[in-house]
């Protein structure tokens, strides 16, 4: 199979997300402008212009009708697609670094960084269905990690949240009430800065890549180490194959 080359942005890639049909494939970078592109013959589609900073991170909705787009300005952006039309735009004090959706599309997972006096948070948002409804309140704030969080996602259910990042510790949080449900030990845990982390398509394992050479695969229930796979250099990236027993490193 000839490799694709997808030409368009003109700083440096920061996160890559298909969509849930793979038929789209969405492309974060530190040049402000999100796009999208056709995956199978790597045709720019469109681009999403509003953010004034390097866009972090993306999530798109089951449906592949709406698109959150995280970023340095200190904002989370709600989007159409197809249009590419802003439909909502979430304000914090400090940088976005992770979103997703729930599954349903009713709830989304943000993260933002520690930034002057803030410490790092997990925001849980609601998503309205009619976007001239939309509110910019929480329906929940989590605090408490040291350091940035690099990802949180949802737990089966969206009955948990899982997030991971610079203590280098892995937390399941109760998703209603923000209580601290599991961590992570020192012994099987990481020992250096959590970069990525990546969910089974059922919900049932996780995947964490980290800077100290290694990532490690998690029972989602019990947070217990299943396995760790070494590698020669720092892991900046993982994710899992939805199809296959497949799992991949960068």
Request: proline share 4%.
């Amino acid at each position: 199979m000839r490799p694709i080359l997808m030409k368009g942005h003109e700083r440096p890639l920061t996160f890559l997300k298909y969509n849930r049909d793979g038929d789209l494939l969405f492309s974060c970078a530190k040049d402000h402008t999100p796009t999208v592109w056709f995956a199978d013959n790597g045709e720019r589609l469109g681009t999403y212009r509003g953010h004034n900073g390097a866009v972090w991170t993306c999530d798109v909705s089951r449906d592949s009708m709406r698109l959150l787009t995280g970023s340095a300005d200190q904002t989370v952006k709600l989007w159409n697609v197809q249009t590419g039309t802003q439909l909502y735009t979430f304000n914090f004090g400090s940088p976005a670094r992770s979103v997703e959706f729930a599954v349903g599309d009713k709830l989304a997972i943000i993260t933002t960084d520690p930034f002057m006096e803030l410490t790092s948070a997990i925001h849980v948002k609601r998503i309205a269905k009619d976007p001239t409804e939309q509110t910019e309140e929480s329906v929940l704030v989590i605090k408490g990690p040291q350091g940035r969080i690099n990802r949180a996602v949802w737990g089966p259910l969206n009955s948990t949240i899982i997030s991971a990042g610079e203590d280098t510790v892995i937390r399941i949080w109760d998703s209603e009430t923000g209580k601290l449900l599991r961590e992570s030990d020192k012994e099987s845990g990481h020992k250096k800065t959590i970069t990525s982390l990546a969910k089974a398509a059922d919900g049932s394992h996780f995947l964490t890549g980290s800077l100290d050479k290694s990532a490690k695969l998690w029972d989602t229930r019990t947070l217990t180490l299943i396995k760790t796979y070494g590698t020669e250099r720092p892991v900046n990236a993982v994710t899992m194959s939805p199809l296959l027993d497949h799992i991949s490193i960068q």
